[in-house]
Every structure is written in C-alpha cells, then in structure tokens.
C-alpha cells in the first residue's frame, strides 16, 4: 500500500515560534509533492510544491529528501493564522496515486 | 471567476436512498477527482476522470457511481450500497492527470446519513 505518514500532532506553538512538520512516504515512484492547508470543515488549498532543491516562500520553506523519501515544512515566525491542519501529497508520474498524509494539526497560541 | 463548486454543501440522507453530488469547475481542466475525509483523518480517493466519457475506480470506489458526461461536470452519486457515507466529499481537478499538475478543490458537500 503506497502511503504517506505524517506526526499527527497537535502541535500547540506561540506566536513567533519556528515550527517544523515532517512526512515521509513508501512510494519510491512518487514524483511530486505538495504541501496544502486545510482550515476546520474547508477544503484544502494548495500552501506550496516541493522541489528537488526545495524551495522557500516567504516564511514557509519546504524540503524533499528523496533518499530517505521525507520531506518536510518550515515555518517561522508563527501567526495565529496559520493555525489550520497542513496535509502532506505525493503523486507518482502518472498522476493517479495522488496519496495525502492524514495531516498535521497547527494551533498558534498567542 | 474561476474555479470549482459543489452542491449542495449539506446535505442529509435517509438511510436506503440514492443522492447525487455535484461538482462544476469552469477552469477548462481535463482531470476531475473525488474524495471521501473522515472526520482526523486524509482524503480518500474514491474516483477519478482524464477526460469525458472516461472515469476510474480509486481506493474506495464501492458504493459511489460517478458520470463524466461534459468536461465541466463530474457528478457523484452516494448509492444505498455504500454502507458508512456519512463524510465529507470533496471534487478537485487538474490541469492534466499529471504528478506536476496542482489539484484544485470545491469547497465540499457534508453528507449526513439519518
């Protein structure tokens, strides 16, 4: 069963903290990965793509490790509206196995 | 504006009965999703569609018939057959079915069983 795994939380950070998330997957076909944002009872919406180099926008910055088949999300400097569940994606070449992780909960204390 | 809806966003159920989801995007995509999320948990995919007239079977595909009649539209009908529908259904869609190709979301219909 191809899967992606991620440290289900909750992670309970304040405001200003540098928080990391991390999610590995089985599928060593897996191609393309995604990092997406889902607030309570919305739909997920797309945070960021992780590149081979990784790649960084704003204050998220996102890492791929394909040897050990991880990657993982920072983000610095905490706001309150970040709290929300990140959902971690691997997709294979063909674009069927688009797998999602079951998510990482983020709550930011002030 | 474009992008993707759903109707209705709740929706309630007798136990035995038939519903039918629906899912439009104007985003010209080729690529049509469906998923099932349970509450603390990920999406499920339940099927999927490259292009008109196609569509096949994901993960949880039992109890769910889908249609893709027009590009635009990619509705999926909850049969009597699936036992635990309760859950929130989410339609994305792609560009393409490729792994490079972002997933766009709907923002989702909540199906209760009664």
């Known amino acids: 069963r191809k899967e992606v795994e991620q440290d289900p939380g909750p992670f309970n950070v304040p405001e200003g903290a540098t928080v990391a998330f991390n999610c590995t997957y089985s599928n060593s076909a897996s191609q393309s990965f995604f990092w997406y944002r889902q607030d309570c009872r919305k739909e997920p919406k797309l945070l960021m793509s992780?590149?081979?180099s990784g790649n960084e926008d704003g204050r998220f910055t996102a890492q791929l490790n394909r040897a050990s088949q991880y990657i993982s999300l920072l983000i610095r400097d905490s706001k309150l509206s970040d709290s929300a569940t990140y959902l971690c994606v691997g997709g294979d070449n063909y674009g069927q196995n688009f797998v999602f992780g079951p998510g990482t909960r983020l709550s930011v204390l002030p | 504006d474009g992008g993707i809806t759903q109707s209705p966003k709740y929706l309630f159920r007798k136990e035995g009965q038939n519903v039918t989801l629906s899912c439009e995007q104007n985003l010209n995509h080729d690529a049509m999703y469906w998923y099932r999320q349970d509450p603390g948990q990920g999406l499920r995919l339940i099927y999927y569609s490259q292009i008109v007239n196609d569509f096949q079977k994901g993960d949880i595909a039992e109890g769910y018939s889908v249609s893709r009649e027009k590009k635009e539209s990619f509705p999926l009908t909850v049969t009597s057959a699936q036992k635990n529908p309760t859950a929130f259904y989410l339609c994305?869609?792609?560009?393409?079915?490729?792994?490079?190709?972002?997933?766009?979301f709907g923002p989702g219909t909540r199906l209760t069983v009664l």
């Open positions: 994305a869609s792609s560009m393409r079915q490729a792994a490079t190709d972002t997933q766009y």
């Open positions: 992780v590149y081979s």
